[in-house]
C-alpha cells in the first residue's frame, strides 16, 4: 500500500516556476515508478512526467519536454516536479502517481494522491 499526497501548488504569472512535491508513505515507494498527471476541467487526466523506481530514467510529454524536470528521493519518499517557464495552458488539477513501471498511462498507476492545483496567468 502507499499514500501519496502532493503538495506546492498555486497562483503563478506565466513565465514562473513552481516545485511540486509528492510524499509517500510506505516501505515500497523506492520500487514504484513514479509519474506526474494534469487534469483541466472538462478534460482528461493526461500525462506530464515518468520516473522509472531508481530514477535513472525519465519520459516527459512533449508540451513539458524541456521546462519540466521529474526527480526523485528515495530516501526521502518523495518525486518533485520542477516546472519553469510556466504558460497558462499548464494551469490544471496535477496529481502524483505510482506504478509497478514508468508509465504514461492512467490505467496503469495503482495508487494515486489528491491533487493540486497550479494556476497560471496571463
Known amino acids: 500500500q502507499v499514500q501519496l499526497v502532493e503538495s506546492g501548488g498555486g497562483l503563478v504569472q506565466a513565465g514562473g516556476s513552481l516545485r511540486l512535491s509528492c510524499a509517500a508513505s510506505?516501505?515500497?515507494?523506492?520500487?514504484?515508478?513514479m509519474g506526474w498527471f494534469r487534469q483541466a476541467p472538462g478534460k482528461e487526466r493526461e500525462f506530464v512526467a515518468g520516473?522509472?523506481?531508481?530514477?535513472?530514467?525519465?519520459y516527459y510529454a512533449g508540451s513539458v519536454k524541456g521546462r519540466f524536470t521529474i526527480s526523485r528521493d528515495n530516501a526521502k519518499n518523495t518525486v518533485y516536479l520542477q516546472m519553469n517557464s510556466l504558460k497558462p495552458e499548464d494551469t490544471a488539477e496535477y496529481y502524483c502517481?505510482?506504478?509497478?513501471?514508468?508509465?504514461?498511462?492512467?490505467?496503469?498507476?495503482?495508487?494515486w494522491g489528491q491533487g493540486t492545483q497550479v494556476t497560471v496567468s496571463s
Open positions: 502517481g505510482a506504478a509497478l513501471l514508468l508509465s504514461t498511462t492512467v490505467d496503469e498507476y495503482d495508487y
Open positions: 510506505g516501505r515500497t515507494f523506492s520500487t514504484y515508478g
Open positions: 520516473i522509472n523506481w531508481s530514477g535513472g530514467s525519465t
